[in-house]
């Protein structure tokens, strides 16, 4: 039997195009129908409704393609060069990466590598590993905590070691001092033992089913929680969030690109922690600049958000999806010589460190040092055209040992998480980067930690 994607109804026929919905691009239609679709299309009510909420404001959070924060006028005058394989304004795809990679001469390649490399060992220090599981977590890690959620060990361990670095970092307040008590299955905080230190309301982004924020909940006497999803999921930890006493929750289905955190009425005035577990790609981006916005240009005041946050601690991944247009700090990039066409690959040169197998040969050359590990030199661009014939980056690309295609990959994540570990330095936070957990839970272990002057 024969399987097609479309049913009769909705089979194109051969000159037919289908596009995604500009409004929801989870569902295509006939190009010809564009127009009355987007009148009537579904998801048209939910987009308005969202459009009229104080905290929309389009595009807010983004960045730009030309732009360099940091940069003076005049000194963009220089900025790094948009011209290229790429679009101005679109998405770039992973496809689109690879592509223009493999499109490069190999000496181009060559010289890309060198330069990835040189910039790596002059930068970067060894990230240190703080796989910290604070004492107030046994319980959910004997999975006593909501027995309603579902229990999966990898990620349980992933959110304990986050709130570990929270408090090892002095952003949160030791579990000591609450009281804990277990009520009908749920972990409680007594009231009377709130009052010992200050706990800050929680703004997790990327939210997804708020299992972090649940955690950090039960754990440290959170009382006032915001997550921010753009996406709807079943099995939420909403419902057991509202079964704590003095609880406020508030879910905000929004895209962080386009949520300014000063408008939300309730949050006004509130000291906050902002964190993440699924912060994929450019979503880090996002809510750095979320969190951090610029000065306003008349009277250079901070923005509110930026004055009340207390602390922050982000888990990067997805490091092949980061665009040069959100990127946080274009100025570490561009004084470093990288173009925005080097910045594309070396984003798509960081998947091969989530695809690499994390055995012992892998584990070893990272105990000691990736700025030691020297590549194969039967591997280079020059030695290869004379090899067997072969000729072209993809060729290359393909040949190479995976213990140093899994090197580059992580080199890379690390040089483009330093940007953004400089980059909330440069606003005056306390911070540092840290492997959160081994990389056998998960090779995404990156966790950007850092808390103001006046943390809790």
Not at 102 to 115: H, R, T
Request: aromatic share 6%; proline share 4%; net charge negative.
């Amino acid at each position: 039997m024969n399987a097609y994607r479309f049913c009769g109804n909705h089979k194109p026929g051969s000159e037919e195009v289908r596009v995604p919905c500009p409004i929801d691009p989870s569902h295509s239609i006939l190009q010809e129908n564009l127009d009355a679709h987007v009148k009537r299309c579904p998801m048209q009510k939910q987009v308005r409704a969202l459009q009229m909420q104080p905290f929309f404001k389009k595009g807010v959070n983004c960045g730009k393609d030309d732009e360099a924060e940091g940069l003076s006028s005049k000194s963009t005058e220089v900025k790094i060069s948009c011209s290229g394989p790429y679009s101005e304004s679109s998405e770039i795809t992973s496809e689109m990466k690879r592509n223009a990679i493999y499109q490069m001469s190999k000496p181009e390649f060559s010289g890309l590598l060198k330069k990835i490399q040189s910039i790596y060992i002059s930068i970067c220090a060894n990230i240190q590993d703080s796989y910290a599981i604070p004492e107030a977590c046994d319980r959910w890690l004997k999975n006593q905590g909501d027995r309603q959620l579902p229990f999966q060990e990898k990620h349980v361990l992933q959110q304990a070691s986050i709130l570990g670095n929270l408090e090892a970092f002095g952003i949160i307040g030791n579990s000591h001092d609450f009281d804990d008590q277990e009520v009908d299955g749920h972990l409680c905080c007594d009231d009377s033992s709130r009052g010992k230190i200050e706990t800050p309301a929680v703004i997790e982004f990327g939210a997804g089913r708020g299992y972090l924020t649940q955690m950090l909940a039960d754990c440290y006497g959170i009382q006032k929680v915001f997550l921010v999803e753009r996406r709807s999921y079943k099995l939420k930890a909403d419902r057991s969030l509202r079964q704590k006493q003095q609880m406020i929750l508030e879910r905000l289905r929004i895209d962080i690109e386009d949520l300014n955190l000063d408008a939300i009425e309730s949050l006004r005035g509130v000291s906050y922690l902002a964190i993440g577990k699924h912060l994929c790609g450019p979503a880090t981006d996002l809510t750095l600049r979320c969190c951090l916005p610029k000065q306003c240009s008349e009277d250079e005041v901070l923005s509110s958000s930026n004055c009340n946050l207390k602390g922050l601690a982000l888990a990067t991944c997805c490091h092949h999806l980061c665009q040069w247009k959100h990127y946080i700090n274009k100025r570490f990039f561009s004084d470093l010589g990288i173009s925005k066409e080097d910045f594309h690959a070396i984003t798509w040169f960081t998947s091969w460190a989530v695809d690499a197998d994390h055995g012992s040969i892998l584990s070893d050359v990272v105990n000691h040092g990736l700025h030691k590990h020297d590549m194969d030199p039967s591997l280079s661009c020059e030695n290869r055209v004379s090899d067997v014939g072969v000729t072209g980056v993809e060729e290359i690309v393909r040949n190479m040992k995976s213990v140093d295609r899994a090197v580059l990959g992580l080199i890379c994540k690390e040089i483009i998480d330093i940007g953004r570990l400089m980059w909330v330095k440069e606003h005056g936070l306390e911070a540092q980067l840290v492997k959160y957990v081994p990389s056998n839970i998960s090779p995404e272990n990156h966790l950007l930690v850092a808390k103001g002057t006046n943390s809790i």
